[in-house]
């Protein structure tokens, strides 16, 4: 299992409106969302297709707007979360070039099992099946 995009997929997957339906974070329906919170998403509309796409740091916010516990848990540390998405954006596995030692994935897989366990219960089983990705040649 790959870790760093699987970031960008538990941001995805846990992303719940009130009725804990999920949300397409590439289509959010704004009419979906509290009337409250509304506005502040409006500036990702893409107004060519009509589509309101997220990028996965405010995909973590949305999910901390409407009161979800690994929203509001990735957000209490801000440069943490910054740092990691950065490294996650830069890799090889995400947007960038930079290939992720196998330091710098364990310092990742630390974070993201703290952030997981926080906003989770009975995580064991997803964390054991996470592996540092290896490109057999």
Do not use: W
């Not at 973590?60 to 490294?87: T, Y």
């Amino acid at each position: 299992v790959n870790t760093l995009p699987s970031c960008s997929s538990r941001g995805k997957a846990f992303t719940r409106n009130r009725q804990d339906s999920k949300v397409d974070t590439s289509d959010v329906a704004l009419e979906g969302l509290p009337a409250e919170i509304q506005e502040k998403y409006t500036r990702y509309l893409n107004e060519r297709d009509g589509k309101v796409m997220l990028p996965l740091y405010q995909s973590f916010n949305l999910l901390a707007d409407v009161g979800n516990k690994i929203g509001k848990a990735f957000l209490q540390d801000e440069r943490l979360s910054k740092k990691l998405l950065q490294i996650r954006n830069n890799s090889i596995l995400a947007h960038g070039f930079t290939p992720v030692s196998p330091k710098t994935y364990e310092d990742m897989m630390g974070c993201l099992e703290d952030l997981l366990r926080k906003s989770m219960e009975n995580v064991d089983k997803l964390i054991s099946m996470v592996r540092f990705p290896t490109i057999g040649i």
